[in-house]
């Protein structure tokens, strides 16, 4: 009896503490979320106020995320604290901290256990409380990141692995199914999930060695049947996938993440520094202290051995193939560093002339966590062993933030494109649309801030979004979030309007400027002309230039050259473009811009479509010009009907700018709309 309220008693301990250190933290804030930081937030709200209205809806958008980078998985056990608490960064982070971290600390409790036999109920709580006081399980959590639910499915699967030591057909299946839904939480765990194959390979084979040598090929009938348990898993992994998650693992098998995200990616040697600041020099040591005793004194050597694998693989492939750095990477090392330093914790207490020093780990635990969140800081001399802080964000500009969003909102009207170019946790054109929410509420936000450019390997050339916008937002000095060199994108137009290059003339300064807290001076263009398509040109020639010639990854072949206006919409999809024009005549053909140089012969392809009051037949035509706009020659290609996929193909040799012109056939006006736009030099 006294020992079951004694576990009642240190859960309510544990929920208390969980409930209190997130309300602490989020009163603490003063800020604008931005990015990442804030879309989760607004993905589970969304998904939270679905399921108010229509749960039948809110599983059918469920299903449906799958096809997106970005799904809505991680939102299903938020919704009650969203609801609860009106849907507020509050309800959110609570929400990730109730039903992700605290589920983490059960399984982790369970899984130090079953490594312990002795003990078992001081080791169970032991690890609960290990894991919520490393700093590396809150810092993703209050940046709005929802990863800490990878590191509970990264549990879950060894805990499954370690019930048995011969790997069975369910083991392997069930494996399988949390490996699948593993992947489908963030894309990033796929490195853990191959990670934790590679270990369950390892630990299951490595054992029949011995075996095989010394009985040759009689010896392969003992691989048999691992071998059988052990293919199951990526057959049941890509079971799960094609069933549930197809439109995911099509993308992850077709598209380039690599090249995509190659602008963060940073040496191993940096990234290895990074990883170790972000957990925190004491946790590290006293892991690795813990996990050295477990595997040379106590019981079940094989199965640590296995949880070492998954973390030093996990290392590995992070350090050496991922090499991104960001704060909620950590979160797939924290069941190996609650072993650790659970064991440590344990292993100091049973041995009466160490018992003393059990409190030692848990004095540093106690310790770095008021570190990481930036509560307490150390003398720079012991900063070696903190943790990297992540403290509540304060905006001491707060109250100019609000008097640039109404600036903004006074001088323009709710059609007006404002581009905001910066690129810093400052400032950026997210900054600025979730102040206005914060200000305004989500209901009546209407400043038209489009997502403009920010990354050279992952988004698109600043052109079309510039010659769109009414007005240009510009930053200095240059603001940045990671090595400038990476984000040329955003250089640009601060150049471009520092230097009065051409673009920048069809604007003019206003005189109100605003001052940030990071020293950045905010300026305000508006736009006074169209910008020519000549200076379009020049332009896109500059902006090549300043990139080096590399083309940004989500780059489409064309750039629109039109005016947009409400009538003419532009979409751009895995590199794709796609526009509809209403009202189109041939007198007003839309203008096209190839954005890449270079070959002989240029093939376009793409489709029009057939909806009701399409264009029922348009004539493409290219005018080819020099290096000083003069047309070369004028091509017309064979017109295309509505509902058809087209393919042209013609000579562009000698020509520097290609320009394709869509015109409609006839004097009705109609709608353009064509679908999938590309070109193949």
């Not at 002795?118 to 590396?136: G, I, K, M, N, P």
């Not at 892991?287 to 094989?302: D, E, K, M, S």
């Not at 992070?318 to 609650?338: D, K, M, T």
């Not at 979004?465 to 640009?492: C, G, K, M, W």
Request: aromatic residues 10%; contains cysteine; charged residues 15%.
């Amino acid at each position: 009896m006294r020992k079951s309220l004694l576990d009642v008693a240190l859960a309510i301990l544990a929920l208390f503490f969980v409930v209190v250190l997130v309300g602490i933290y989020v009163g603490s804030e003063r800020a604008f979320y931005w990015w990442d930081f804030q879309a989760y937030h607004d993905m589970a709200k969304y998904m939270a106020r679905t399921f108010a209205e229509s749960p039948l809806l809110f599983f059918g958008l469920l299903r449906e995320s799958i096809r997106r980078d970005y799904n809505f998985i991680f939102t299903v056990p938020l919704v009650p604290t969203l609801v609860l608490f009106h849907y507020s960064r509050f309800g959110y982070v609570l929400g990730v901290a109730l039903f992700y971290l605290v589920p983490l600390a059960l399984v982790m409790g369970a899984t130090v256990r079953r490594l312990l036999g002795w003990q078992s109920r001081a080791a169970f709580w032991v690890a609960v409380f290990v894991t919520l006081l490393l700093s590396v399980s809150w810092a993703a959590i209050f940046r709005g990141y929802p990863d800490i639910g990878g590191a509970l499915l990264i549990a879950c699967i060894i805990y499954v692995y370690l019930t048995g030591g011969t790997l069975t057909p369910y083991q392997s299946a069930k494996i399988g199914f949390l490996i699948a839904l593993l992947m489908l939480f963030r894309r990033h765990f796929t490195y853990s999930a191959l990670a934790i194959i590679m270990s369950i390979a390892l630990d299951q084979l490595l054992p029949l060695l011995p075996a095989l040598r010394e009985r040759g090929w009689a010896g392969l009938r003992a691989l048999v049947a691992p071998c059988l348990a052990l293919l199951l898993i990526p057959l049941t992994l890509v079971a799960t996938l094609a069933l549930i998650g197809m439109p995911f693992l099509v993308r992850l098998l077709t598209k380039d993440y690599t090249a995509l995200y190659l602008s963060y990616m940073v040496p191993p040697a940096q990234i290895a520094g990074y990883l170790y600041r972000l957990i925190g020099g004491a946790a590290v040591l006293l892991a690795l202290w813990g996990l050295a005793v477990g595997l040379r004194g106590l019981p079940q050597r094989r199965n640590r051995m296995f949880i070492v694998g998954v973390g030093a693989l996990q290392a590995l492939l992070w350090v050496f193939l991922s090499r991104q750095e960001a704060v909620h990477y950590g979160v797939q090392f924290v069941p190996l560093l609650v072993v650790g330093i659970a064991e440590l914790c344990l292993w100091l207490w049973g041995q009466p002339r160490l018992r003393g020093l059990a409190a030692l780990p848990a004095a540093c635990l106690v310790a770095s966590l008021p570190i990481g969140l930036g509560a307490l800081a150390l003398p720079s001399a012991a900063q070696v062993l903190a943790p990297l802080p992540t403290p509540p964000i304060y905006r001491t500009d707060y109250d100019e933030v609000r008097r640039m969003v109404d600036y903004l909102r006074d001088i323009t009207r709710p059609d007006d494109a404002i581009y905001v170019d910066g690129s810093s946790d400052f400032f950026n054109y997210d900054t600025l649309r979730q102040a206005e929410i914060i200000f305004y509420g989500e209901q009546q936000a209407r400043l038209n801030l489009p997502e403009t450019p920010q990354i050279d390997s992952r988004d698109v050339y600043p052109l079309q979004l510039l010659l769109t916008s009414d007005y240009v937002v510009i930053s200095t000095p240059f603001q940045s979030h990671i090595n400038p060199a990476e984000q040329d994108v955003v250089r640009f137009p601060m150049d471009a309007f520092a230097q009065r290059a051409p673009i920048a003339q069809d604007f003019e300064l206003l005189p109100t400027s605003f001052q940030l807290q990071n020293g950045a001076q905010i300026a305000i263009y508006r736009r006074t002309a169209p910008t020519a398509q000549a200076t379009a040109i020049r332009t896109l020639d500059a902006i090549r230039a300043a990139l080096g010639g590399e083309r940004p990854g989500s780059q489409p072949d064309w750039v629109m050259l039109d005016p947009i206006d409400s009538a003419t919409s532009v979409r751009v999809a895995d590199g794709l473009l796609s526009l509809t024009r209403a009202g189109a005549t041939s007198a007003a053909p839309a203008t096209l811009l190839l954005s890449s140089a270079g070959g002989s012969v240029l093939k376009v392809a793409g489709a029009l479509g057939a909806d009701e009051g399409a264009c029922a037949l348009v004539q493409p035509r290219l005018r080819l010009l020099d290096a000083d706009q003069r047309v070369l020659r004028a091509l017309d290609l064979p017109a295309a009907r509505a509902g058809e996929v087209f393919a042209w193909s013609a000579d562009v040799s000698g020509a520097h700018t290609v320009l394709l012109e869509l015109v409609p056939e006839g004097a009705v006006p109609c709608m353009l709309d064509v679908r999938g736009l590309r070109a193949r030099p």
